[in-house]
């Protein structure tokens, strides 16, 4: 009797999840770290049950768009427009201020401008679903914290639009003029959305009510309206993943379409599986085993960086020294937008071999590690969502 040679594969990937994922519950760990040796275990550069990089790389990238357009459904238009000034001033003072110590790191190596904005661009952005699952189990969404550190995901998020318009006029190729309009109107399309989304009290999608009855429906209109505008965005020059996200937030503001969380659920569980999964395949055992502490000076000098300069940010902006210094810890990995800034850089030649191999491996065990210095700083802080603040003059 004839087995279709993928049941294997999947059959192995389920059993690696579960068993790490029981291993690292009982060890009191988030199921992210799972999923990650999950996909370091299976993959190529571990038991190789999938080793065929453009499957795994297409597996990642719809992973990627489900993932945000859940993220995109979690975001709350009026907690971001009460909190505007914190999204707008404290990213663009975080990309300069990362920008700025890179620049520094860069002229003692002689690098080039292109790959110092690079550089600072993949390590200002955080991730928003390591973050957004961490403060979902820990019961910190609504805290004033988890509010602050999430207005300056979603805009970090939305940052990735000039980000990838930058990166494509610094690769030192002849851009069609054609493809930059393309990018410049699909930056439009998407803000414009966003626009209407936080200008309206609530959006109304054509066929909701009807849709309302009928579970099976709603489930595909949802799935569509995720995937369209993830079509339109990748059509149009940018990240099919920031398309994703732009469709999360209409659902999000959007008061028929309350049933999309209990409707995806399931999907969302699997995606975000399928996509830290896909992050531990990426990462290369051998460049970590000839690169140990190389690897381990620049992540902890990254994540410490970015613990600090997030808190002194956060603090100038009015947060109290212990909440800003815990958003910090919060935002101090390095984010899964980055991996489609590194991917363009590394197509544009902008990013050489070695170096591209270094940021991956980098990117991916910061996410890995990122859930226990978090633990560690609130720790370290007294759990500053569990007290009230100290007054500003203590």
Partial sequence: MHIDPALPIVVSAMLAILIIGLILRALQQPQIVGYIVAGLVIGPQGLALLNDAELIGRIGGMGLIVLLFFVGMEASPGALLSRWRLAIFGVILQ???????????????????????????????????????????????DTQTGQSVL??????????????????????????????????????????????????????????????????????????????????????????????????????????????????????????????????????IDY??????????????????????????????????RRASYAGALLSQIGEFSFILVAMAHAARILPDGEYRLIVAVIAISLMLSPAWIALCKVLLGHPEGKPDRPRNA
């Fill in 151 to 284: 207005v300056i995901l979603l805009a970090q998020d939305m940052a990735l639009i000039p980000m990838i318009i930058a990166i494509n006029l610094m690769s030192g190729e002849s851009i069609q003029t054609s493809e930059l309009i393309a990018q410049l109107v699909g930056a439009i399309i998407l803000i414009g959305i966003a626009a209407w989304v936080f200008a309206s009290d609530h959006v109304r999608l054509p066929f909701a009510k009807k849709l309302r009855a009928d579970h099976e429906l709603q489930v595909f209109a949802a799935l569509l309206l995720c995937f369209g505008l993830a079509l339109i965005s990748g059509e149009l020059g940018l990240s099919t993943a920031l398309g994703a996200f732009v469709a999360g937030l209409v659902v999000s503001s959007a008061r028929e379409t309350k049933w999309v969380h209990e409707s995806l659920e399931p999907f969302r569980v699997v995606f975000v599986a399928v996509f830290f999964v896909y992050i531990g395949m990426l990462i290369d």
């Fill in 95 to 141: 990309v300069l201020a990362t920008i700025g110590l890179i620049w520094l790191i860069g002229w003692f190596y002689a690098w080039p401008l292109s790959l110092v904005i690079l550089f600072g661009f993949v390590i200002s952005l955080s991730s928003t679903a390591v973050v957004l699952k961490l403060l979902k189990d820990w019961k910190e969404l």
């Fill in 288 to 321: 970590v085993r000839d690169n140990p502490l190389k690897l381990a000076l620049l992540i902890a000098v990254i994540v410490v960086i970015n613990t600090l300069l997030n808190a002194l940010i956060l603090r100038v902006l009015g947060s109290s020294w």
